[in-house]
């Protein structure tokens, strides 16, 4: 079952916005079309785009995740710190923080699947728990003097194609085979449309919904290495509020909050559709203060007409 | 199993008692932690943030028991307090308070009829709502601060009246104004009927869509009335005014004891959990525990009240 | 759908402005548009255009001292190849390696407000935050008779500003053995947290001589919350930033003192820096704005509103830097 859509009518409203404004940015002004813009746009939206692809996964399953931000932040100070103040190895490092992205994301799935607690409250909590946790373990600061080695995770290269583009289609290909060819994906499907079905029918869904969460907790914690690698520092706030624009991306992909439709590569498009947004109104020079409500506009505008089309 | 009303009276007891008794675990030990606690100026400080609080939680539990959610209050409220001290700087005090008002319940409608008649999740609706209001803030303020209101307006945030500060009584006023409201009317009936089953609700005869966008349009009201109380209690507004506080505005809710799948909770609730909130920051400044860990508190305080909750409702139903 | 794409290419296609022939475009960076202090600094840097004959853009952030956007901001306007960049960090550590780029597509950048290392730059235009905080202590200290309890309100923790202000202040402190720090908590240079975080500071220490706030925006709050619970004439408040408000409090007494931090003055004299640069003068790499203490004797100067505060003679600053 591919969310592959084969005919105009059925792709996402994200669909129709991305084209739209690329082609809109592209007559406006010279710069979006040039390869420089096109490929800073790209790396712009990798770690937007690897959240979200963990934040399909849980909407998929009628949940939310609001914690991702958090999570990205405090799995970043973690490797900053293990690798400044224990001069740990990069391998060691990177290895804490996916553990730090997945114990987030395994207690978020436990509390959420075993204790029966809402997703929205579960996950605002947990925001709350590691923001916090990350605040206290830096003080508020960056984490500075990391090693060189960590940058190659934003300036590298393989193959002349940049390390973050690897690492999202990297995520793009697991996620894939996870949720198209695997039972968990069709579980994560089913757990979405009709839970009760699977769970009289013996499947152990507590565990998959779980799992889920945990994903999306790595998910984080991968993301995580990108942003830190384009500061060259770890700090802990550096991605609040980045997992409603992973939301937003999900939605506007055409993935629905409450029937369990939807999929991967609507996300995908809907997270290129944000970062087309922000660069171009960059680019076009629009002031900050317009920005913020042309965002907010163009976001509403695009659901609303899914919405009007019985799709969202 | 659906119920449309879930006032159950064991649940209301439940969230009431387990509120206070927290609220009374919570005073007892900050009372012997720190000896300034309990005295009657700390006191008035913490009903005085309890009061704005609740003045700020009191729209979303009314959109949370219909089922959906309002991300958009603190910008609503910032969008509102800006224009309405426009106005109130200049020395129009009535104006500048009706243009508060109007602005909220504007803002408010719109995220109604888009949940209601054009049927964006209310996530993405007010999300969005939340950006458009920040940013109209931002092109209306040019990044410029008003300040120096009225004596009289002030006393709104910052008075007294028979020793309780105004923000207080006002916020008891509706507390009892919402209670009755969702309790004896049919709109809250109603409203809880929309947040237990949305389909029967409308099978028997309620308009749901129109409800919908009022209950939206309450939400926007009185978070332009609690951007007032803001203003007058810090006598400046600036574009950033109401941006910080999304995470105590859901948590007092919560806290509370109103689910967000609807249909369960109520407005005494979000009192309790308004009051939980502050003395929980009350307690923290008096013990000298660095604000960073505030929340952090907040955030289990949060998952621990809703654990009880869904722990009491299985063992009890 | 078709209505939308209308809509929305008239709201781009609304005529990107071109170029004005032998006019450098310069973009001015601010941290957000919420604080008036920014403001205050874009019109310093629209005055310094216009006197100089420049055209400036500003690009602040959508959401306030926000890192991943500001990244995003400069690296947007690499592609648009401005003629300078005047810049100021909302992280110090984390904007390095996007300045680091700016510097590689070969564009000149004067920074301003909060140092940056590890980066090229023609120079940096500020006030010292430290001696800053050095010096507002130290008159605090003074007009209580070196003698009391004080309280601290700290900005945010990660900014520079607050970490090197708060140094000045405990440089200040180490000579002021008869006074004591009650407590240091951040308010975040924002009114209402600072105000509640006070408050119940209050409620903690009966007596508290005076208060050292990171910025005015929080000293004339916590200047308000004293004045509401009858303390006012208590204790001393003094800030920094020489806000409107501000000056206001100090005028009618209920802040004691705060020391100019020129947002208008930056903007003005970073942007004629970048702009002379681009002319051919040599700058100096430095260019430090001198520290005033703005208090009840001296407020008037400042009641003046940000559009027509006068410019910086720029002559007279660059004659004062140590070259």
């Not at chain 1, 965002?295 to 009007?308: K, M, Q, S, T």
């Not at chain 2, 307090?81 to 408010?108: D, E, P, T």
Request: hydrophobic fraction near 55%; include cysteine; charge should be positive.
């Amino acid at each position: 079952m591919s969310s592959l859509a084969l005919r105009p009518g059925h792709y996402p409203g994200a669909a129709y916005l991305f084209v739209l404004l690329a082609a809109a940015f592209a007559f406006a002004t010279p710069d979006f079309a040039s390869a420089r813009n096109l490929s800073n746009v790209g790396l712009q939206a990798a770690a937007l785009t690897i959240l979200a692809l963990g934040m399909t996964l849980v909407i998929l399953t009628e949940g939310i995740d609001l914690s991702l931000g958090a999570v990205l932040g405090l799995a970043g100070v973690v490797m900053g710190i293990v690798l400044v103040s224990h001069g740990a190895s990069l391998p060691l490092a990177i290895g804490a923080a996916l553990l730090v992205g997945l114990c987030a994301g395994a207690l978020n799935g436990a509390l959420i699947a075993w204790a029966a607690l809402p997703p929205f409250i579960v996950t605002l909590g947990t925001y709350g728990m590691a923001q916090s946790i990350a605040m206290v373990l830096t003080e508020g600061n960056s984490v500075t003097g990391l090693p060189p080695a960590v940058r190659w995770f934003n300036e590298g290269e393989w193959l002349g194609v940049p390390i973050p583009i690897w690492a999202v289609l990297a995520t793009l290909g697991v996620t894939y085979v996870l949720l198209y060819h695997t039972k968990f994906g069709r579980y994560v499907f089913a757990i979405g449309g009709n839970r009760r079905a699977l769970e009289l029918a013996g499947v152990r869904v507590r565990l998959y919904l779980a799992a889920v969460y945990a994903y999306a907790g790595l998910l984080a914690a991968l993301a995580s290495f990108i942003m830190t690698a384009r500061m060259n520092a770890a700090h802990p706030t550096i991605a609040i509020g980045l997992e409603f624009d992973a939301i937003a991306a999900v939605v506007l992909g055409g993935t629905s909050f409450e029937k369990g439709r939807g999929g991967m590569w609507g996300t995908v498009v809907g997270a290129l559709a944000i970062a087309v947004l922000r660069n171009g109104l960059n680019l076009i020079g629009m002031s900050a203060e317009w920005q913020v409500a042309v965002v907010g506009i163009v976001i509403v505008a695009a659901v609303a007409l899914d919405a009007l089309r019985g799709r969202a | 199993m659906i119920a449309t009303v879930q006032r159950l009276p064991a649940d209301v007891a439940f969230v009431v008692f387990s509120r206070t008794a927290v609220v009374a675990a919570l005073v007892a030990l900050l009372a012997v932690a720190s000896p300034h606690f309990l005295t009657s100026d700390n006191m008035v400080i913490i009903l005085r943030q309890a009061a704005l609080q609740f003045l700020l939680s009191a729209g979303l539990t009314l959109v949370v028991l219909t089922g959906g959610i309002d991300l958009s209050v603190g910008a609503v409220l910032g969008l509102s307090a800006c224009v309405g001290a426009a106005l109130i700087a200049k020395g129009f005090l009535l104006a500048g308070i009706i243009a508060a008002l109007g602005v909220g319940l504007a803002c408010g409608l719109v995220n109604g009829l888009m949940v209601a008649y054009v049927g964006i999740p209310a996530f993405i609706a007010t999300y969005g709502m939340l950006w458009i209001a920040h940013g109209l803030g931002y092109v209306f303020m040019k990044g410029e601060v008003i300040h120096g209101f009225d004596p009289a307006f002030r006393a709104l945030g910052a008075g007294f009246w028979a020793g309780i500060p105004i923000p207080v009584l006002v916020a008891a006023v509706l507390l009892l104004a919402l209670h009755i409201v969702l309790y004896l009317t049919p709109f809250g009936r109603a409203l809880y009927a929309i947040g237990g089953n949305p389909v029967a609700a409308r099978l028997t005869g309620i308009p749901t869509k129109r409800r919908l966008v009022q209950v939206y349009g309450i939400s926007g009201l009185l978070a332009g009335f609690a951007g007032l109380v803001v203003i007058a209690r810090v006598n400046a507004a600036d574009s950033g005014t109401g941006e910080e506080l999304l995470l105590p505005i859901i948590a007092a809710v919560v806290l509370g004891g109103t689910s967000l799948f609807g249909g369960v909770g109520g407005i005494m609730g979000t009192a309790m959990g308004a009051l939980i909130l502050a003395l929980v920051v009350n307690g923290m400044n008096m013990l000298g525990i660095p604000t960073f860990w505030q929340a952090f508190a907040m955030g289990a305080i949060v998952i621990l009240a809703v654990l009880a909750d869904v722990s009491f409702k299985r063992r009890y139903s | 759908m078709r209505l939308l794409s209308i809509l929305l290419a008239a709201l781009i296609a609304v005529p990107v402005p071109v170029l004005a022939q032998g006019k450098p475009k310069i973009v001015v960076f601010t941290k957000n548009v919420t604080n008036p202090f920014w403001r205050a600094v874009r019109i310093g840097a629209d005055k310094a255009a216009r006197d100089l004959g420049a055209e400036v853009e500003h690009a602040a952030p959508t959401k306030p001292d926000n890192i991943e956007e500001q990244t995003r901001l400069v690296e947007d306007w690499i592609v648009r190849k401005p003629a300078a960049f005047v810049f100021v960090p909302v992280d110090y550590k984390a904007l390095v390696p996007s300045i680091q780029k700016v510097n590689k597509a070969g564009i000149p950048v004067v920074i301003f407000s909060n140092r940056m290392t590890d980066v090229d730059f023609v120079t940096y235009v500020g006030s010292d935050d430290e001696t800053i905080g050095y010096e507002i202590t130290k008159h605090l200290v003074k007009s209580i008779g070196g003698k009391g309890k004080i309280v601290h309100i700290d900005g945010v923790p990660a900014a520079i500003t607050a970490q090197n202000r708060k140094k000045g202040l405990e440089r200040a402190l180490k000579e002021s053995p008869g006074i004591e720090l009650l407590a240091s908590q951040p308010g975040n240079y924002r009114r209402l947290p600072a105000v509640q975080v006070f408050e119940n500071l209050m409620q903690r220490f009966p007596t508290i001589d005076g208060v050292v706030c990171a910025n005015d925006d929080m000293a004339v709050g916590v200047a308000e919350a004293l004045a509401a619970a009858g303390r006012g004439g208590k204790t001393k408040v003094v800030g920094i930033d020489a806000i409107p408000d501000g000056i206001a409090a100090i005028q009618s007494g209920k802040m004691h003192a705060s020391a100019d931090y020129s947002g208008h003055d930056q903007g003005y004299l970073a942007t004629a820096a970048a702009i002379r640069h681009l002319r051919g003068e040599k700058m100096p790499k430095d260019i430090s704005l001198p520290v005033v203490i703005v208090e009840k004797s001296n407020a008037d100067q400042w009641a003046v509103p940000v559009e027509q505060k006068p410019a910086p003679d720029w002559k007279k600053v660059i004659a004062a830097q140590k070259m």
